[in-house]
């Protein structure tokens, strides 16, 4: 019989973790779902992530043996199940792993060991219904099982390679694996794992160890690792179900919650619908990608997180729900998994407010894009949607291919993937022929090699060697004074190349026989710097040695710019958030330009607090420092880098005290101070989820300030001349005004006496008073008060309350006349409408009033005062 003190999904995540904590495993929390600087996996997809460079021996830690609750996501590259989230009973986008590790430490025996004893003893699972399989060569596991563990050879099976032997890639540590199932009982379709009928719901795997026992080589030779590790996965979800006592995952607690909440809000009835599923899913991958600083976008990780909100959005709609609902879920979610993960808690409104905008953003085309893919299906004559419908889909409505096939199927039809790809490929042709690279020369010129950049520590060389000149596109021996524009290739060179959003270095080349080539831009192709510009004096000869000497001014200008940047970034960080990362930048003489992830505009006062930061900084003239470090010794310094890239070994890492530690490779001031001032001089939105600041340092900052400055002295002589016109004008637009307002108050006044008259006749008698209860059009809360004064007037002994609905909200006021609140309290009355509509209130015995929230309550909650009123009097 299964434990029955561990009933919860959060009892079950602390009695693993504890398990472990008992047999010496350091509990590690979970890493976040982007993985730090691997750009070989789009997310978190596994427990191991984080360890993997532990299992390859380039990180160490103080412990050899750990154990983690690791949320994870399969929703992009390799590992997408998207399609099939909702459809199937264990299929999920965002789940949590938990595993157990060891570095070295224990292998094969203790690691089935552990697995045994937490499933049979600690959980409780019976041993008749667990089922195991180990690769099929592996003798040693097969033998610890059979003969050390007893396990049942009728429940004991071998398999191959294809799903019992693990390796992270086609080289490097691997080995086999050992897995358990559970028999969820001969009611549920399916067989034994490794047999015809596998592919059923009855056996279903809940652990998985893997033996990192060899290192394979090119050649696909594998030999032992001196230091053999475990790497082990047991899905959280799984085993909840299993210990709750339901087949499917959707039907634990961590999803009941949030499934309920949504049925409540669209008026769903049927709890197993599969939208409420797929958005029950699709709100926790959602809320813990934003949590770990994804925003969306039309790319990478923002884009897959974009997917999915708007496939939870569709299936939204499909329940009916046409107003904003995806957002509310977060709070939902909080309560189930705050404890755990109290990131989530931190951030929660942050990730509401990202999600509000998104779906705002998708709700505006959703219903057009649906009646055209509804249009496209009616008069479909097969069964496949075509790929230029998909594609219009995406590119015109922001349908994910997904979203669509997610209709398609619904359908019974298929898309045309292939048709889909054809036209995506031909757009990102046309892109790509918009914005070539301005490098052009033939295919067959031989640009290998290397210039080594000798800028950092000086702005000129003297023996720089031309390696290569091309003109017009192809490879010369000569260069002649012309009006051609021609590339110059050294051996080494001052020159910074265009790189990491800085623009490329000008100056000139010069001989000692008095040629002169002026450089207007320098850029990279490979580890080669083409020096772009043209020759003005003599002539040059590949193989000659040239001066070489950059303009002081630009770079200096440049430089000012370059650091000011990484200042700005530090200061965004701070005031707005971690979530904000570059997402693209442009640093020139002129002016730096910066693109990051945010989810709204800036406020005027942020801008300021984020100028005033770094002017800060530039006032306390930090030294910048430069060190060249191994990647992994950057990591640890905490040096920013940016997601996705791939660093070499060795990285510059640039350091402003600690306010800015970044890897860069660029140009930059020797002191903060340099700098003198950073104005920023606009900021706006480029795309979604990404915003834009401008700024400018030094002298140009001085200029734009004196420029502004001039401008409103220029605006105030202009006020000053017409200010004589302009106090008459605003004079007659008070009086204009004061007209107005007091003809308003009278047409209020007029109404309240017209609407009191009419609802005069519609009182009731209740015990010798006049009781009327009623709802007004057009009026506000004096004109609601004015009404309750001639009523009162008017019906003599009564009790009265009176409504006015403005969009959401509700306005109550209540009156009993004078002569008869020692049998009836004004308060008590409107409360008990005002407790009917969400609200509630107070005043004088005589007088009263409230509010609330729900107005659709309240026809009903006036019909209910003349009992009410019957029931106080008796």
């Given amino acids: 019989m299964a434990n029955a003190s561990i009933k919860t999904s959060a009892q079950l995540r602390t009695a693993f973790l504890e398990f472990f904590e008992q047999h010496e495993h350091k509990c590690v929390s979970s890493s976040p779902l982007v993985p730090g600087n691997d750009p070989t996996l789009l997310f978190t997809n596994a427990g191991m992530v984080q360890f993997k460079d532990v299992f390859l021996g380039q990180d160490k830690r103080n412990y050899k043996r750990a154990t983690s609750s690791q949320r994870c996501v399969r929703a992009g590259g390799k590992h997408n199940d998207l399609e099939n989230v909702g459809y199937t009973a264990r299929h999920h986008t965002f789940f949590e792993m938990l595993g157990n ?16 004893e937490f499933l049979t003893e600690v ?9 195991v399989t180990v690769f099929e060569d592996d003798d040693e596991t097969t033998d610890i099982w059979l003969k050390e563990m007893k396990i049942s050879p009728d429940r004991f099976s071998k398999i191959g390679a294809k799903d019992n032997f693990w390796s992270m890639g086609d080289t490097g540590p691997c080995g086999p694996c050992s897995e358990i199932f559970y028999d969820h009982g001969a009611d549920v379709p399916g067989g034994p794992p490794g047999t015809p009928e596998e592919d059923g719901d ?21 030999t032992p690792l001196p ?26 607690d961590l999803f009941q919650h949030i499934i309920k909440t949504i049925a409540e809000l669209a008026q769903c009835q049927d709890l197993e619908n599969k939208s409420l599923r797929v958005i029950a899913d699709h709100i926790r991958a959602c809320s813990f990608l934003i949590v770990d600083g994804v925003i969306p976008a039309n790319e990478g990780r923002g884009y897959v997180l974009r997917r999915i909100i708007r496939r939870a959005i569709r299936h939204g709609h499909k329940l009916g729900l046409r107003e904003p609902f995806f957002y509310q879920l977060v709070d939902v979610l909080n309560q189930e998994m705050g404890a755990a993960y109290p990131e989530l808690t931190k951030a929660q409104a942050q990730v509401e407010k990202i999600l509000k905008q998104e779906e705002i953003r998708f709700a505006e085309t959703l219903d057009q894009g649906m009646q055209i893919l509804s249009a496209e299906i009616k008069q479909l004559k097969g069964k496949v949607i075509p790929g230029d419908v998909v594609f219009k889909l995406y590119d015109t409505y922001g349908f994910p291919i997904d979203l669509t096939a997610d209709v398609a199927r619904e359908h019974a039809l298929d898309i045309d993937r292939e048709g889909y790809d054809t036209a995506m490929e031909k757009q990102r042709e046309m892109a790509r022929a918009s914005s070539a690279f301005d490098i052009d020369y033939n295919d067959s010129i031989d640009l290998q090699g290397k210039t080594e950049f000798v800028g950092y520590d000086a702005l000129d060389n003297d023996n720089s060697k031309i390696l290569n000149i091309i003109i017009d596109g192809e490879q010369c021996q000569q260069l002649a004074v012309s009006d051609a524009t021609a590339m110059i290739i050294l051996d080494s060179t001052p020159f910074y190349a265009e790189s990491g959003g800085q623009v490329g270095d000008s100056g000139t080349i010069t001989t000692a026989t008095g040629a002169q080539f002026d450089v207007i831009n320098t850029q990279k192709n490979g580890d080669v710097f083409v020096h772009i510009g043209q020759l003005v004096k003599g002539s040059l000869t590949t193989g000659d040695v040239v001066r070489t000497q950059v303009s002081q001014t630009k770079r200096s200008d440049i430089a000012c710019n370059h650091s000011a940047t990484h200042l700005l970034h530090a200061a965004l960080r701070t005031v707005l958030g971690d979530h904000v990362q570059q997402k693209g930048s442009l640093v020139d003489e002129q002016k730096l330009r910066f693109d990051f992830s945010h989810f709204e505009a800036i406020t005027a006062e942020q801008l300021q607090t984020i100028e005033n930061l770094v002017n800060q900084q530039i006032r306390n003239n930090h030294r910048v420092e430069t060190k060249l470090m191994d990647i992994d010794a950057a990591k640890e310094s905490g040096a920013m880098a940016l997601f996705g890239e791939k660093y070499a070994d060795k990285v510059r890492v640039l350091s402003m005290s600690d306010f800015s530690v970044e890897l860069c490779g660029g140009t930059h001031v020797s002191r903060t101070g340099d700098i003198g001032l950073m104005k920023i001089t606009a900021e706006s939105g480029v795309a979604a989820g990404v915003r834009r600041v401008e700024a400018m340092t030094g002298q140009g900052a001085l200029a734009y300030i004196e420029r502004n400055e001039q401008q ?10 017409n200010r004589d016109s302009l106090f008459d004008k605003v004079s007659a637009l008070l009086d204009r005004s004061k007209k107005l307002e007091k003809e308003l108050e009278q047409l209020k006044g007029k ?7 009419e609802l005069s006749d519609n009182a009731v008698e209740i015990g010798g008073l006049k009781v009327l209860a009623a709802k007004l059009e057009g009026v506000d809360a004096k004109g609601l008060r004015d009404t309750m004064d001639q009523l009162k007037s008017k019906l003599g002994s009564c ?6 609905v403005n969009g959401d909200k509700v306005s109550l006021a209540a009156g009993v006349s004078k002569d008869s609140i020692k049998r009836l309290k004004a308060g008590d009355l409107v409360n008990s409408v005002a407790s009917q509509v969400g609200g509630k209130g107070g005043g004088r015995p005589d007088m009263a009033m409230a509010g609330g929230n729900q107005p659709e309550n309240l026809e009903k909650a006036l019909a209910a005062v003349p009992s009410w009123v019957e029931n106080q009097l008796e």
Avoid: C
């Fill in 751 to 757: 109404l309240a006496n017209a609407q009191s008259g």
């Fill in 712 to 721: 409103m002295d220029n605006s105030a002589s202009l006020l000053k001349g």
């Fill in 799 to 804: 009790a009265i309350v009176l409504a006015v």
């Fill in 227 to 252: 230091h053999p590790s475990v790497d082990t996965g047991m899905g959280l979800e799984r085993l909840a179900a299993i210990l709750q006592g339901v087949h499917n995952n959707y039907e634990i």
């Fill in 101 to 116: 590790f060891s570095f070295g430490d224990y292998f094969k025996r203790d690691a089935i060991q552990y697995a045994w």
């Fill in 123 to 131: 959980v409780g699972l019976p041993e008749e219904r667990l089922w």
């Fill in 202 to 222: 009855r056996y279903i795997e809940i652990w998985n160890l893997v033996f990192m026992q060899y290192n394979r080589d090119k050649s696909g030779k594998m």
